[in-house]
């Protein structure tokens, strides 16, 4: 044990060495007040050399000094400032106690412009927490898993097992299947049970944000990178989904531009921000979905070509709801319980009349007439006369009354048809626009008839 002991000359050489191992200055004094250890950034910072003081009393070569009043009352002092000439710095000053006694004092300096740097180091982290927190309601766990997807139809029951084969790697996957499907169901689904599902899941839909906006949606921008960016910079989505998944709704609406820098992304595991010169690795899944024919977008140049096959490593299909029809009473159950009715009951004639409507507008258009169908009924059985304008048309459940005005068969009539579009579209504002289009309407008007005709 005695041969691994330092000696007292080598204990002092050691802890010279380890002061001057360290950046910022050091000062020590003995219970005399005499100074015994300085280091050489100590002289740097101060501007006072080692022969001047070492081995005398503090308060003679430096009567300014605070350190040898540490030393009488044992009290620590923090942030004290002190200038030499044009030096400038900041101390930090202790006293060094052994068994119950100040036996000496140590100072801690550093220079202001260090301070000043770290000073502005801990500003841009503080901005860089508020970005965060900022951004923090755009990111999402996953909340739906396979099991919120109800039905015994082949295609689905088949598509689901591929997906959760997919979960299983890392590679991009592509969902096609028409509006209302349920893809961000599938794609939540997938990110729950993959090795990410701890890191966020951030959807975007790159149909609902103006070209414009989106590059800057997804890569962010640094500060000042354009007239109306905010002062701080933006924090992408690609950088809030680092570790987990992102999902990119209505891939085929982003614009040609933007697919080459998504590419890029996809092929280097790095981008850039808008107005930034470093490239940011990233560590990102691509979940894409679709309602549109990409193969044809391809071909009339519409969508890359090399972009669509790296996405389409995967492809997971997801069957209409008029092509799974028997899954209706299971679903029904499922949409009541989920809204916390389940002792509400659907009686034959209504049943009869859902199974032979074709759901244009699919999950999303039945789970909409649940609720419309819900908030009608005044009992515990839903009946055909519960059910929307627009669904029981097709069974011919609702004869024309020749008692009623010209004027108010041409509003219902209206009613049913913007509905209709609406539960095909989606209310978005996207949504709205696409149901305008297909109404041969503006968009101005479409607003004017959904408030005069009430329709929310």
């Not at 509003?411 to 978005?428: F, M, P, Q, W, Y």
Request: aromatic share 4%; net charge neutral; charged share 25%.
């Amino acid at each position: 044990m005695g041969d691994t002991m330092l000696s007292q000359n080598q204990m002092v050489d050691w802890l010279e060495g380890v002061i001057e191992a360290i950046h910022d200055g050091i000062l020590v004094i003995d219970r005399n007040g005499t100074v015994q250890l300085i280091n050489e950034e100590y002289t740097q910072i101060t501007g006072v050399r080692r022969e001047q003081i070492i081995g005398k009393p503090l308060i003679q070569v430096r009567p300014s000094a605070k350190l040898p009043q540490v030393l009488k009352d044992g009290q620590a002092r923090e942030g004290v400032f002190r200038k030499e000439k044009s030096l400038e710095y900041v101390v930090d000053m202790a006293p060094i106690i052994k068994d119950d006694e100040v036996v000496g004092a140590v100072s801690v300096c550093k220079s202001i412009p260090e301070v000043y740097q770290l000073s502005e180091e801990l500003k841009r982290s503080r901005k860089r927490v508020q970005q965060l927190k900022q951004a923090f309601g755009r990111i999402h766990q996953s909340t739906y898993t396979f099991s919120h997807i109800v039905g015994q139809n082949t295609d689905l029951l088949h598509m689901i097992e591929r997906a959760k084969k997919a979960a299983a790697t890392n590679l991009s996957i592509l969902l096609t299947g028409e509006s209302g499907t349920g893809k961000e169901l599938v794609a939540q689904s997938i990110h729950h049970i993959s090795s990410r599902s701890s890191s966020p899941f951030v959807p975007v839909n790159c149909a609902a944000i103006p070209s414009t906006l989106l590059e800057s949606e997804l890569f962010g921008y640094e500060k000042g990178a354009f007239t109306s960016s905010k002062e701080d910079g933006k924090i992408g989505l690609f950088e809030l989904a680092h570790g987990g998944t992102l999902f990119l709704d209505e891939i085929g609406d982003m614009p040609v531009d933007l697919q080459s820098k998504l590419l890029r992304v996809l092929q280097e595991g790095t981008f850039r921000k808008i107005g930034g010169l470093e490239e940011q690795k990233v560590d990102v899944r691509i979940i894409a979905a679709t309602n549109k024919d990409l193969p044809s977008m391809v071909a009339n140049k519409k969508f890359r070509e090399d972009l669509f096959y790296r996405m389409n490593t995967i492809q997971l299909t997801i069957p209409p709801l008029r092509k799974r029809k028997d899954d209706i009473p299971a679903i029904l159950t499922s949409l009541l319980k989920e809204q916390g009715d389940s002792g509400i009951q659907i009686d034959p004639q209504a049943m009869s009349t859902l199974h032979q409507y074709e759901w244009p507008g699919n999950i999303r258009e039945l789970k909409n007439a649940v609720h419309y169908a819900i908030s009608m009924c005044e009992g515990s059985t839903i009946s055909v006369e519960h059910l929307p304008d627009t669904i029981r048309p097709i069974a011919g459940h609702r004869p024309i009354d020749s008692h009623r005005l010209l004027e108010d068969i041409l509003r219902d009539t209206e009613r049913e048809a913007i509905v209709s579009v609406l539960n095909k579209t989606g209310t978005s504002v996207i949504g709205k626009k696409a149901a305008a289009k297909q109404l041969g309407i503006s968009l101005a008007s479409l607003y004017n008839k959904l408030s005069k005709l009430n329709i929310t």
